[in-house]
């Protein structure tokens, strides 16, 4: 089958980093800059397929580590893929099971999700645990969270795995390190991810071959090295240079530690080194102003459990920011969540209806927040591209998180002009 990936600018920031372009899969196209919805174990939680494309997604993510304990990847090839599995006909990404097999087989969850002050020593990773991955210079041993199996991946299974599962974008094998890991430590595990890198990619160019018959999977390659300068820039460098058996990466994922005051800064060296036509996806994040920074800095999809996993637990959001539902505040509040929101449940449904749910544990209430938090970010990114495209992403920005962070303390954005203000105030 032909190779029906490609990627094209469209148009550019007038930093010229930051664009909107199209990802071309053999499910369809994605415009991008995209938010990429989170379907780990090959469902969006609570919500059906169709109603996460009325919500304006383009393309759905699920998880290798997940899908491979259960039901196990050939099940899913048997059944056509993970698109065809779940009953979505568009594009579909797959990320490694790297970070899960070092999160969720670890246990230490809360160390990766950045709780890092005062922690300097990589062994820390499992103090009070028992450690239960293991990372060697050939891949990951660990043990299921579901029933403390034990298991092995290494590139070669990963990639395995990702041609099972059959979506049009997969990622590379790599480790996922943590800030507290030391500098040392990161050094040694860019080196042994950039190996991993090699091996990934004669593994995919053998199974390429091996499923000629299956649509052009795609592969993406994983720019690590944490918070340091020269570290990302090698990486990126390297993974845009290499060439393993006549094939190369067909697009990046920029993944690993990042502190939100780096964000910018961190994706900005890892484009500044890869090539302008090839996409970049930033592994994890969906808060608004994370969202502007990372566009502005060259990414073009973004994925995160973050707006269904707030959805579920209560966190709601609307321009004004986000509120929890469950307060008794919304007992007798017959308004939407969010009155200029334009999804069906702001339509149809009160923020007492939600907050009775909630109270009730009723199952309708995850799918009714989930798809309301979905909206909005979708929406959000839909806004940035449309901005990029007509040149008002500054303006957009100013106002969107002017609004939307107005109750806290207004992140700071390099560059950009004060609501109210414009020039620089003199000291
Ligand atoms: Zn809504």
Redesign the pocket.
């Known amino acids: 089958m032909a190779e029906e990936f490609g990627f094209e600018v469209r148009a550019t920031l007038p930093n010229g980093v930051g664009r909107a372009g199209v990802v071309h899969t053999p499910h369809g196209d994605i415009a991008t800059p995209a938010f990429v919805a989170v379907g780990t174990q090959a469902t969006v939680k609570g919500v059906l397929p169709q109603t996460i494309a009325d919500c304006g997604a383009q393309a759905v993510l699920a998880n290798a580590y997940h899908l491979y304990l259960q039901p196990g990847p050939d099940v899913v090839d048997e059944a056509g893929g993970v698109g065809a599995f779940m009953n979505w006909p568009g594009p579909t990404f797959t990320d490694s099971g790297g970070f899960q097999v070092l999160s969720l087989g670890a246990g230490f969850k809360k160390v990766l999700a950045m709780d890092t002050e005062g922690l300097t020593c990589d062994d820390v990773i499992a103090e009070g645990k028992q450690r239960l991955a293991r990372v060697d210079d050939d891949g990951v041993t660990f043990v299921s969270h579901l029933d403390g199996s034990k298991h092995r991946f290494t590139p070669e299974v990963s990639m395995g795995i990702q041609h099972q599962l059959g979506a049009d974008v997969m990622f590379a094998f790599d480790e996922c390190t943590t800030l507290m890991n030391t500098r040392p430590y990161q050094e040694a595990s860019l080196k042994r991810t950039q190996a991993w890198a090699v091996r990934c990619l004669r593994e995919h160019q053998a199974l390429t071959t091996a499923r000629a018959d299956k649509p052009y999977q795609a592969l993406f390659g994983v720019v690590q090295g944490a918070q340091y300068e020269d570290l990302r820039r090698k990486a990126a460098r390297d993974l845009a240079g290499l060439e393993v058996e006549g094939r190369r990466f067909d697009g990046f994922g920029i993944g690993g530690a990042l502190e939100k005051e780096n964000l910018g800064t961190i994706v900005g060296w890892a484009t500044d080194e890869l090539p302008d036509d090839k996409p970049r996806h930033l592994l994890g994040i969906s808060e608004p102003d994370d969202l502007f920074t990372a566009i502005e800095n060259g990414a073009d999809t973004f994925d995160c459990v973050k707006p269904s996993r707030e959805a579920r637990n209560a966190r709601v959001y609307t321009l004004d920011g986000p509120f929890n539902i469950h307060n008794a505040a919304h007992k007798r509040d017959f308004r939407p969540?969010?009155a200029e929101?334009d999804?069906q449940?702001?339509a149809h449904y009160t923020r007492a209806y939600l907050h009775h749910l909630f109270k009730a544990k009723e199952l309708l209430f995850n799918t009714l927040a989930t798809i309301?938090n979905e909206?909005?970010i979708l929406r959000l990114v839909d806004a940035i591209r449309a901005s990029i495209a007509d040149g008002s992403f500054d303006e957009l920005r100013r106002d969107f998180l002017g609004r939307y962070y107005a109750t806290r303390r207004l992140p700071r954005q390099p560059g950009e002009d004060r609501p109210g203000g414009g020039d620089k105030r003199a000291g």
Do not use: T
């Open positions: 969540i969010d929101c999804c449940v702001c309301h909206r909005f």
